[in-house]
């Protein structure tokens, strides 16, 4: 085994997944990572990455994957992984080629964990319609699944991939500016300010956005979430009330660089009347049609309902 992925608790076989949808244009550093890993390499062709990583661990359960993509490969990994029912032992790693890689952002280039070393990561649970899906960065409700949408639409074209995607993508749904009624029930509460945790609280308002996170990044680099972590068992919920266009645009600057909240909670002025930013370890929300988890965009069953929870330290994960 090289340098590149040994770590204290080292996995035996290496594995790189190539999604030829997310990493075709990225061969340079793909090759780059295999030669200093080594392992083996399994281009899956028309296979979902999900398949993939699911068939590899029910038949090596100790593996460790490489997988090459964006959030929507992490997504169908962290999913994968669940349906094997390796996940106390699989380990896996991201190499950020696709178009969105918020997650690879935080864990890999954040600096707040070391490279090469394994460390064990939150997953959320997500349960609607009777289907039960995982996430590893964030789910989004209301005006973000909208924009996801729309920057999918928008992906394709050029000078529009990335954050100027997901930036014109905003502004496009904001001219539109639709609110969602949600119902949310707030379980093991976590007051940021007092550190008291409340078994249960409710909320329920029309809303432009409702960002539950494990990660701190979405679309392409906003720091939606600066005070959530990865390994501390909660998941950091972001709830962004209706507000004009004149102040949308004024605030989106400090939103996108994630100084709107201090660490102890303390919201800045012209975000007080915008921003309600919560933690806690279950939820459940009512009241939404869609919902987005880590760029994929799902429906909800007809009671509109969503269970969330986190799962503490569920998977290991190597940052390279």
Do not use: W
């Amino acid at each position: 085994m090289s340098d590149q992925l040994q770590v204290k608790n080292a996995p035996g076989r290496i594995v790189h997944i190539i999604n030829p949808g997310a990493g075709s244009k990225n061969d340079g550093k793909i090759k780059e990572t295999v030669g200093k890993a080594g392992g083996e390499i399994l281009n899956i062709g028309d296979t979902r990455v999900r398949e993939a990583v699911c068939d590899l661990f029910t038949k090596d359960p100790f593996a460790h994957a490489v997988v090459y993509g964006g959030d929507g490969t992490v997504f169908e990994t962290v999913n994968g992984i669940f349906d094997s029912g390796a996940e106390k032992t699989a380990t896996f790693s991201v190499v950020p080629t696709g178009s969105g890689n918020d997650f690879s952002t935080y864990v890999n280039d954040s600096g707040e964990f070391t490279r090469r070393e394994l460390v064990k990561i939150d997953v959320v649970k997500t349960v609607s319609g009777e289907v039960t899906r995982y996430f590893a960065n964030m789910m989004n409700v209301g005006f973000d699944c909208a924009v996801v949408e729309e920057t999918l639409r928008l992906k394709d074209k050029p000078l529009f991939s990335g954050k100027n995607g997901y930036l014109a993508a905003a502004f496009k749904v904001m001219l539109q500016k639709k609110t969602t009624a949600l119902d949310i029930t707030f379980k093991d509460f976590y007051d940021i300010k007092t550190g008291e945790i409340i078994p249960e609280t409710d909320f329920s308002k029309k809303v432009l956005l409702c960002a539950v996170a494990n990660g701190k990044f979405c679309g392409g680099g906003f720091k939606a979430a600066p005070l959530s972590s990865l390994n501390d068992s909660f998941s950091d919920v972001v709830i962004a009330n209706d507000v004009s266009r004149r102040k949308f645009i004024s605030i989106i600057g400090n939103y996108r660089k994630g100084n709107y909240i201090s660490d102890k909670g303390e919201l800045l002025r012209s975000f007080k009347d915008v921003i309600d930013y919560r933690r806690c370890r279950k939820m459940t929300i009512v009241g939404a049609e869609t919902f987005c988890l880590d760029g994929e965009i799902f429906k909800t069953g007809e009671d509109k309902k969503i269970d969330v929870e986190t799962i503490h330290c569920a998977l290991g994960y190597i940052p390279l």
